[in-house]
């Protein structure tokens, strides 16, 4: 992958941390991307408060799997080998898309303190070795990246909250992500059931880190809550109806969601509904 063909305003961004971000995320195929995360080295200078100019096509993202709606993603048994591949490929493209929803906010938003940066960081690189584990497995199972048809909410979601700090970590780390910590143990115990315990323990590897992610998410929401004087639960429920955030139904894995540093009053709203 060529990064110098990304270049953000005011330079090439060669030397800038959040500048490769952005060459990662404007990567098509997969392969370049991973290596536009690895390019990310913590040597890397940051500049927290330049500005890029991105380029048109964000994110980058190979010409299959096709985008269908979630409805049309056809549901497939457990008990055969191509149904557990669907599964798979759903979960890599989870882990696809959280490589670029990190590499986005690392970009996309300036004049965060470098700890923000640098958080975010970590994000695009174990969501990468996620993707990784994926793919592998898919391709032991006979199968790549691309041959299940999949769909984009993921994305679509850090669309409508591209001029919105508050409203993309409310959004998406603790909204559509942390729902992952809820689906996790029960799609783990179906591949176990099946088994596939290759796959389970890579599913296991990933909620363990995905806890970590959203408390990362959570974190800053809760940082620029502070800032601003908004009581979390009251600012969450306002932006979840501004950007039509989709309804959260359980059960709700709590044991992982308090580990991510949902506190109680959280939790109970959540519950409420």
């Known amino acids: 992958m060529d990064i110098k063909t990304v270049p953000p305003a005011g330079g090439d961004g060669q030397d800038c941390l959040r500048g490769l971000a952005l060459a990662a995320l404007a990567a098509t195929a997969w392969r370049d991307k991973l290596a536009g995360v690895r390019a990310i080295t913590d040597a890397a200078a940051l500049d927290c408060g330049r500005t890029f ?19 049309q993603v056809p549901q497939r048994s457990m008990a055969t080998q191509e149904g557990r591949a669907a599964l798979l490929h759903a979960l890599a493209h989870i882990e696809f898309n959280a490589v670029n929803l990190a ?35 898919l391709e032991a199972l006979g199968h790549a990246y691309g041959d299940f048809p999949a769909h984009n909410g993921l994305w679509e979601m850090a669309e409508r909250t591209q001029d919105d700090l508050l409203a993309r970590l409310a959004l998406v780390p603790r909204t559509l ?52 004087g908004k009581d979390p639960v ?36 959540l519950q409420e509904g």
């Open 53 to 71: 100019t991105p380029p048109p096509g964000l994110p980058g993202r190979p010409p299959l799997p096709e985008l269908v709606a979630p409805s």
């Open 177 to 228: 992500e942390a729902r992952g910590l809820d689906a996790s143990p029960m799609i783990r115990n179906k591949l176990a059931g099946a088994a596939d315990k290759e796959s389970a323990a890579i599913v296991d590897i990933i909620l363990a880190d995905e806890i970590g992610h959203v408390a990362i998410g959570n974190f800053w929401y809760k940082r620029l809550c502070g800032q601003a």
């Open 103 to 137: 590499l986005d906010i690392m970009w996309r938003f300036a004049g965060m303190p470098e700890a923000f940066y640098r958080d975010w960081l970590r994000v695009a690189r174990e969501e990468a070795h996620h993707f990784d584990l994926l793919r592998r497995r």
């Open 234 to 269: 009251a600012c969450y429920a306002e932006l979840a109806r501004r950007h039509g955030a989709p309804r959260l139904r359980g059960p709700f894995n709590l044991e992982a969601r308090r580990a991510a540093g949902f506190d109680d009053a959280e939790l109970a709203a």
